[in-house]
């Protein structure tokens, strides 16, 4: 047995050993007086996962015993923020790996010391303030780039609102006075990327996964009743949401874009299970602005075809539901607003309904 190998591979776990971070680095973050228990960090407060040099935290912010345990390097919290149990625990930290590689060589590539990249998270003032509200968010799961989270003020305040938000994500996003509910932003952009407007995403799970391994846009405003916007984006879906949308009653746009393509301009999709599914299981569905209004309007529209609805359409309950069952759709301006109107209308075969056009309760259903 050749024996500088198997030394390679004893220094190779050396650098591994040695190139982990201390856990207890607090000397060179900058911490108001008023935060982290009022104590020098590291404490029960506020503990670092590896050098703390570039961590900041402002007043009154992670006074709760654990709220900012285990804070990855890159970490910025404003004021009157991240207080709660857990409340930004591991924020943007990173899980240490190390890759060892043995050849027959001895040269030096023969083995490779640890990568430790670490996430990224900033949290404005008056966010995170509840049991685990920004819980490992902007972490990253390994080695690589990190993950990515900014969330401005006044938002993620609810029981895991904004739960591993960012996490080995590309970029993640939260405007203010968003995400302010139970898991009403929980993963999302996790292992994805997603943005959320201000004032958007305020009820129980209403973008909970929006952009989970996909990527999602929610504009200003938007998504505000429970479960709206669930998932959507997610499983390498693409979902855009414009400002004013998917509001009005519960569900609305859910699922819209997973494992697809869902584009919804402003105001649009506003009602009960509204655009429910749209351009998921790989579809692919665009809507234009002021269009899809009303309960169950557009609902599974493009789920698993081609769904196009133009300005000013399909408002009304139940105007364009399910108007893809069997093949793809196109609806032009100022058409099917009506109760019933356009319902079904693609499933016997590929529709194309011009400007002003089916306008009357149950017109232009079924095959006709």
Same mark, same amino acid.
């Given at each position: 047995? @050749?024996?500088? #190998? ?22 060179? /973050?900058?911490?108001? #007086? ?6 020098? /960090? ?25 709220? =900012? ?15 709660? #149990? ?22 030096? #590539? ?5 990568? %430790? ?34 969330? /401005? ?39 994805? $990327? ?13 973008? %909970? ?8 846009? !929610? ?22 949401? &414009? ?27 506003? &009602? ?14 665009? !809507?234009? $602005? ?6 169950? $309007? =557009? ?11 133009? @300005? ?25 607003? $009506? %109760?019933? /109107? ?27």
């Amino acid at each position: 047995m @050749k024996a500088v #190998p198997t030394l390679m591979v004893l220094i190779a776990i050396a650098c591994c050993v040695l190139s982990v971070p201390a856990a207890a680095q607090g000397g060179g /973050a900058t911490i108001a #007086p008023s935060s982290c228990g009022g104590t020098p /960090a590291p404490n029960d407060y506020c503990s670092f996962a590896g050098s703390s040099a570039g961590i900041k935290i402002g007043a009154h912010s992670c006074n709760v015993v654990g709220a =900012c345990s285990d804070l990855g390097p890159n970490v910025t919290i404003g004021s009157n923020s991240c207080n709660g #149990p857990s409340a930004c625990a591991s924020l943007g930290n990173a899980e240490n790996s190390c890759d060892v590689s043995v050849s027959a060589s001895i040269i030096h #590539p023969a083995a490779r010391p640890l990568t %430790f990249s670490a996430g990224s998270a900033k949290i404005g003032n008056n966010s995170c303030n509840a049991d685990g509200a920004c819980e490992y968010a902007g972490g990253q799961g390994g080695a690589g780039s990190g993950g990515s989270v900014k969330v /401005a003020d006044g938002s993620c305040n609810g029981y895991q609102s904004c739960y591993e938000s960012g996490y080995d994500s590309t970029n993640t996003t939260i405007g203010a006075n968003a995400c302010n509910s139970y898991q009403s932003c929980y993963d999302t952009g996790y292992e994805g $990327a997603s943005t959320i407007g201000a004032g958007s995403c305020p009820e129980d799970q209403s973008c %909970f996964d929006a952009g989970n391994g996909g990527s999602s846009s !929610i504009g200003q405003n938007s998504c505000l009743e429970s479960q709206a916007c669930n998932g959507a984006g997610s499983s390498a879906g693409s979902s855009s949401i &414009g400002s004013g949308s998917c509001g009005g009653d519960d569900s609305a746009c859910q699922g819209a874009g997973q494992e697809g393509t869902s584009s919804i301009a402003n105001n649009s999709c506003n &009602g009960y299970q509204t655009c429910d599914g749209d351009g998921a299981y790989g579809g692919n569905t665009q !809507i234009a $602005a002021g269009s899809c209004n009303g309960t169950y $309007a =557009c609902s599974g529209a493009g789920a698993s075809n081609q769904a196009s609805i133009g @300005k000013n359409s399909c408002n009304g309950t139940d105007a364009c539901y399910q108007i893809t069952e069997g093949y793809s759709a196109t609806v032009g301006n100022n058409s099917c607003d $009506a %109760f019933e /109107a356009c319902e079904e209308s693609a499933n016997a075969g590929s529709k194309n309904i011009k400007n002003n056009k089916c306008d009357a309760p149950e017109a232009c259903t079924g095959a006709i």
